[in-house]
């Protein structure tokens, strides 16, 4: 009987939060009272840079969601792998926005 085949390890790629600054609070949306979370699709290659950054989910805010897209353009991640070789994947990156004292 054949052995099965392997299942390869995936490692999913993953933002480096403490090492990425967080996205600057636009000052219109703190006036306003403006909260939510912005959703962005970020495609990773393999040394970990933000190949391409998309709105998934907005926050119902354009400059909350402009100020997250902004951002994360610019993180770092960890590379993602296969089998323990990196590799380019997508990942989806929740980013909050909330005001001190109204959570």
Not at 55 to 73: R, T
């Amino acid at each position: 009987m054949p052995a099965a085949p392997a299942v390869p390890v995936v490692v999913e790629a993953r933002p480096l939060y403490r090492d990425n600054p967080p996205p600057p609070y636009p000052r219109v949306a703190r006036k306003r009272g403006q909260q939510g979370t912005v959703v962005l699709r970020v495609e990773v290659d393999e040394s970990g840079a933000a190949r391409s950054v998309v709105l998934q989910n907005s926050s119902g805010f354009d400059s909350l969601d402009q100020a997250a897209l902004k951002a994360v353009a610019g993180w770092r991640f960890e590379a993602g792998s296969r089998d323990g070789v990196a590799t380019a994947m997508e990942v989806l990156v929740p980013v909050r926005f909330v005001l001190e004292g109204k959570r």
